[in-house]
């Protein structure tokens, strides 16, 4: 029968890298889980066991790769996928996922990519840091954020360090500058109504070209970042109070509540209401 942990991190407020769920299972035989994308990146380590991953291509194609012990995957935002576990030896894996204004860099730093998902370790012991790191965090969900935050930086070096694919980092840039302005603008704006060209403007750019270095940046675009956000918090507030459906919509800058219960869906797929049910053991106001 499986086995699993699964926790939910409780702050959104960290821009260079952020936590949002981690875990472990030992899944049963045949196990499978999608297909579906996520909004960030999520890395799964195989601690044991085998199974098949199956992930979207950047050419729209699906690539089929062969996990064993010892390997991991790494699946990115909105990248579609199905994972398997094998009829004979089902796999045990942990997992992370994360995002950030560092997330992109790491793990390109670390040789991961669309086309290339599957970590392999080129140093053992830098390996062994790792899933020691991973583990943590599952088993320590009480720490405090930052507590948590600081494993998953640990991490996330082990990682890029440990990758048989490293690659040489990039030096700093300007565009981290701009995007950190954006985040600042969005933290601070997100109930207002505001669009990509009053963010690109805050930062002092055009909307075309603050829309490329965004997406260069961060794996997805302005828009697709602030209805991420937004949905972030509104399941803060469906999680932690009792404010009605339409109220945590303007909160979050949807005036409509059927604008902002078709965008909430479309994250998370489903409605509000069941989210809150689902997560927080609240009836559907």
């Known amino acids: 029968m499986s086995e699993v942990i699964f926790s939910v991190f409780p702050s959104e407020n960290f821009i260079d890298l952020g936590l949002y769920q981690f875990g472990w299972e030992q899944c049963d035989p045949s196990?499978?889980?999608?297909?579906?994308?996520?909004?960030?990146?999520?890395?799964?380590?195989?601690?044991?066991?085998?199974?098949?991953?199956?992930?979207?291509?950047?050419?729209?194609?699906?690539?089929?790769?062969?996990?064993?012990?010892?390997?991991?995957?790494?699946?990115?935002?909105?990248?579609?996928?199905?994972?398997?576990?094998?009829?004979?030896?089902?796999?045990?894996?942990?997992?992370?996922?994360?995002?950030?204004?560092?997330?992109?860099?790491?793990?390109?730093?670390?040789?991961?990519?669309?086309?290339?998902?599957?970590?392999?370790?080129?140093?053992?012991?830098?390996?062994?840091m790792m899933k020691e790191e991973m583990l943590y965090i599952v088993h320590h969900k009480e720490e405090t954020p930052f507590h948590l935050i600081g494993h998953l930086y640990l991490f996330m070096d082990s990682l890029v360090r440990s990758s048989s694919a490293l690659r040489t980092a990039?030096?700093?840039?300007?565009?981290?500058?701009?995007?950190?302005?954006?985040?600042?603008?969005?933290?601070?704006?997100?109930q207002n109504d505001i669009s990509v060209e009053d963010i690109a403007a805050a930062c002092g750019l055009n909307r075309s070209y603050f829309g490329k270095i965004f997406h260069e940046?961060?794996?997805?675009?302005?828009?697709?970042?602030?209805?991420?956000?937004?949905?972030?918090?509104?399941?803060?507030?469906?999680?932690?109070t009792d404010l009605s459906i339409c109220d945590i919509g303007n909160v979050v800058g949807y005036p409509n509540q059927l604008h902002f219960s078709r965008a909430f869906k479309n994250v998370y797929g489903v409605s509000p209401r069941d989210w809150r049910y689902e997560h927080a053991g609240k009836r559907p106001r």
């Not at 828009?223 to 932690?240: C, G, H, V, W």
């Open 31 to 128: 196990h499978s889980f999608g297909p579906a994308a996520r909004n960030h990146y999520l890395f799964h380590l195989c601690l044991s066991g085998t199974g098949r991953l199956f992930a979207e291509t950047s050419r729209g194609e699906s690539a089929e790769y062969q996990i064993k012990s010892g390997q991991g995957f790494l699946l990115f935002p909105n990248q579609v996928a199905t994972y398997i576990a094998d009829h004979e030896l089902p796999w045990e894996y942990v997992w992370l996922e994360f995002d950030g204004l560092r997330a992109k860099e790491s793990v390109e730093q670390a040789g991961l990519s669309p086309t290339q998902p599957v970590y392999r370790a080129r140093h053992k012991d830098v390996y062994e």
């Open 170 to 190: 990039k030096g700093g840039r300007l565009r981290d500058f701009y995007i950190k302005e954006a985040f600042s603008f969005i933290e601070q704006n997100f």
């Open 217 to 240: 940046s961060m794996g997805k675009t302005p828009q697709e970042f602030l209805i991420s956000y937004r949905m972030t918090k509104a399941t803060e507030l469906l999680k932690l």
